[in-house]
């Protein structure tokens, strides 16, 4: 069985990082639209709001000439206007009664952005700070890792987090919260679902032993509470060294060099590295830990509207030449994808496991008015070998979806016993490249 999948509660995130407000330039157009939207929204809202309308009119402005700006490729900025103006029609037509106008230019705000592609995002202040925690390893929930299910989500609790001590248990399938059946969601709407702020509670319905005569339905009522993930792990698994990868956080590269440096002063086949279920994270720490394993070479090309960028590797900041396999799986994106595939094209690792999420762009963290935040997709990614992973993925070299019936890891075993080979054949003819 797996030994986790998806990284809890917040799937595929990749950036470079931004999170003051820029000097950008004042577009006289975008500055009407904005004017459209706030009058619209205080007349909706009967002008209720600790917010005045100049403050809104500013602070939206600046939201849609950062769009403007720095977004992918260009946008028709009136074509997110017209679809803020419907947003809130269909919110004073479906709420009713009196609302606070600071909802009503949030969701308009939500509107927009949902009109430019799924990976960007708005977030209010304390989504932005929550999102900002995340970052750390560190979210607000019950603390399981999820793998879509027919019948909901399979879930992995995470050692001593909320779940766990609540009595849930590896291969539980959630299929209901509180009233509401799992089945059809989106993984992202799941997601949602079970998030929540700390301190609040949410009842889980759970399926054990599916399938099996021991089968049975169970309740819990669990209060949410801050998770604080474990993103590395290292362990020594059959004479190979075993690096689990969740995330590329701020330190992810540290506690990864750390792992290398003590396997390299032991008499390994090799290493494993497993990034399935790793969404992503910080670009720059999935260059780094690539370049661990290259003396030379492309690892990314990024490609904006405006700059390009190539990111290489350097001889001073390998550690090992040792054979390397990869795992991979459906929930491996963004970063942990770069990493995969640059190994791949350089002919430094094999990968098994399943075909990858396939995500392709890059999001930039930017700071808004108020401690708002916006995730914005700036630019597309390319591999060593100038592949696009925009909808495609990473196809393994050796295919291997694991047995959720069982308590092995499939993948994981395939891959020791690739590296045992791997290493039989460097050992006997002195090649290093056998991809």
């Known amino acids: 069985m797996r030994v986790s999948q998806v990284i809890p509660l917040s799937f595929l995130f990749f950036f470079l990082s931004s999170c003051v407000l820029q000097s950008v330039e004042q577009s006289p157009m975008n500055r009407v639209n904005a004017q459209r939207i706030v009058a619209h929204a205080y007349d909706l809202a009967e002008g209720s709001s600790g917010t005045s309308q100049d403050q809104a009119l500013e602070s939206l402005a600046y939201f849609l000439d950062l769009i403007d700006l720095r977004y992918y490729r260009s946008v028709d900025t009136g074509k997110l206007a017209q679809a803020a103006l419907r947003n809130l029609d269909e919110n004073a037509q479906n709420l009713g009664g009196e609302h606070d106008v600071r909802d009503f230019l949030k969701d308009a705000r939500n509107a927009m952005v949902a009109e430019l592609d799924r990976h960007s995002q708005f977030y209010d202040h304390d989504e932005f700070e929550d999102f900002k925690q995340q970052l750390k390893g560190n979210f607000s ?33 959630i299929f209901r919260v509180g009233a509401v059946s799992l089945a059809g969601f989106k993984m992202s709407e799941i997601v949602g679902i079970l998030r929540g702020k700390v301190g609040t509670n949410v009842t889980l319905s759970v399926l054990r032993g599916l399938d099996t005569i021991d089968e049975e339905t169970l309740n819990f009522s669990i209060t949410r509470a801050v998770v604080h993930q474990i993103l590395v792990v290292a362990r020594v698994e059959d004479e190979v060294g075993y690096i689990r990868v969740r995330g590329f956080s701020e330190d992810t590269d540290d506690l990864v060099e750390e792992a290398l440096r003590k396997f390299e002063r032991q008499s390994l086949y090799g290493y494993v590295i497993d990034v399935r279920g790793n969404p992503g994270g910080f670009l720059q720490q999935a260059v780094t830990l690539t370049d661990y394993f290259l003396d030379r070479g492309v690892v990314v090309s990024v490609r904006g509207r405006k700059r390009d960028e190539t990111f290489s590797a350097s001889s001073h900041a390998s550690i090992t030449q040792r054979p390397v396999v990869v795992l991979i799986d459906q929930g491996t994106a963004s970063s942990s994808e770069i990493f995969a595939i640059a190994l791949a094209d350089h002919q430094r690792a094999r990968l098994i496991g399943e075909q990858t999420y396939g995500k392709g762009t890059v999001q930039t963290l930017l700071g808004l008015h108020n401690g708002e935040g916006l995730k914005l997709t700036t630019a597309r990614y390319f591999s060593p070998q100038g592949t696009s992973l925009i909808d495609e993925g990473i196809t393994p070299d050796i295919e291997l979806v694991d047995d959720l019936t069982t308590t092995q890891d499939e993948p994981l075993f395939a891959a020791i016993a690739e590296l045992k080979s791997l290493s039989r054949l460097i050992s006997n003819s002195g090649v290093k490249k056998f991809f």
């Open 141 to 173: 929930g019950i603390g399981v890792r999820i793998l879509k299910h027919e019948s909901g989500v399979l879930a992995d609790p995470i050692r001593d987090s909320p779940a766990a001590r609540a009595g849930m248990r590896k291969g539980d399938v």
